[in-house]
């Protein structure tokens, strides 16, 4: 049967809101747990916890009557915490803080160090299953990043272009990843204790800027190639070099878990979008959204 009381935390982020209004939209009845209480952007339907996130018993209280918590949470090594106070307060299904690249299906992503925390994560998550279920969420890079952040196609300034920029990538509106965790929720037996894959639209970065010319005619492309077997071995190097640039290099392991062949990054041929209501976009609509949000 479906969840419909529906904790969390991580909701007043990059991320989180478009969680919780597609959640509201659909009728489930959602409750904030934050550690700066300043809710006030979210809709007003929302009931706010203000918790502190280091005490197990504010955590629990505040869980406490939930079917199901979401965490988009960005520290992902707290994430065991809360999965030990959702076991203790009774809640039955887990959605971490995954949201990204292939990390579930791919060996060579899971390996990469910026994605340490969300491993443990998920290690913890299959330890505990007799007592929480959980479900993973992977979605690629925000379709909204990729043109919004210039991080596939770049609108006001220089695109890198990752090795040809030929291979396509599996990407999601940021609204799409709210219907996907509501999907999750609605169907707790089909997702349970697995990772799902959903997708708004499959392109390349080539494709894509093809596409932002026709969304803006004005738009030239300035483009600069980067290898990533390059990017990915550099990366490496600076985490082992003394006082090396790790917060760049962590970036960087990003973009190669995006966009580097071989790290399980399309899944348009086999997801889960009709199980979880998701349409995506054609490349026209595509195109309409870029004319209007970019
Ligand atoms: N696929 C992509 O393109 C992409 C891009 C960005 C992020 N992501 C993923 O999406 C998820 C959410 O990221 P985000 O960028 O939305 O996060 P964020 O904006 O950095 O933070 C979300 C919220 O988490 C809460 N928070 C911060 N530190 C916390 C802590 N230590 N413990 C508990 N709560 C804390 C804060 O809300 P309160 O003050 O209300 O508690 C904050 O507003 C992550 O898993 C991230 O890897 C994916």
Known sequence: MAFT???????????????????????????????????????????????????RDSVVSALRGQEAFVSAIPKHEEQPALIDAAIAAGVQRFIPSEFGS??????????????????????????????????????????????????????????????????????????????????????????????????????SQNQALKIAQKAKPDFKPETENVDLGELEKNAYAELSKEGGNVGGAMFDFIKVSIFRDGYGNLWDEKNDNELLGIKGLSESELEAWIAKNV
Do not use: C, M
């Open 102 to 203: 292939n990390i579930v299906g791919n060996e060579k992503v899971a390996a990469l160090p910026v994605f340490g925390g969300k491993v443990k994560t998920q290690e913890y998550l299959r330890a505990k299953q007799d007592q929480i279920s959980y479900t993973l969420i992977t979605n690629g890079l925000f379709v909204d990043w990729f043109f919004g952040l210039g991080l596939g196609a770049n609108l006001k300034g220089k695109t890198q272009i990752f090795d040809n920029g030929d291979s396509r990538h599996s990407f999601t509106l940021l609204s799409d990843i709210g219907k996907a965790v509501a999907g999750v929720l609605k169907h707790p037996e089909e997702t349970k204790n697995r990772g799902v894959y959903v997708q708004t639209i499959a392109l």
């Open 5 to 55: 009381k529906v904790a969390i935390a991580g909701a007043t982020g990059n991320l989180g809101p478009h969680i919780v209004r597609e959640l509201v939209n659909q009728g489930f009845e959602v409750t904030v747990l934050s550690a700066s209480g300043n809710t006030s952007s979210l809709p007003s339907e929302v009931k706010t916890i203000k918790v502190d996130f280091s005490s």
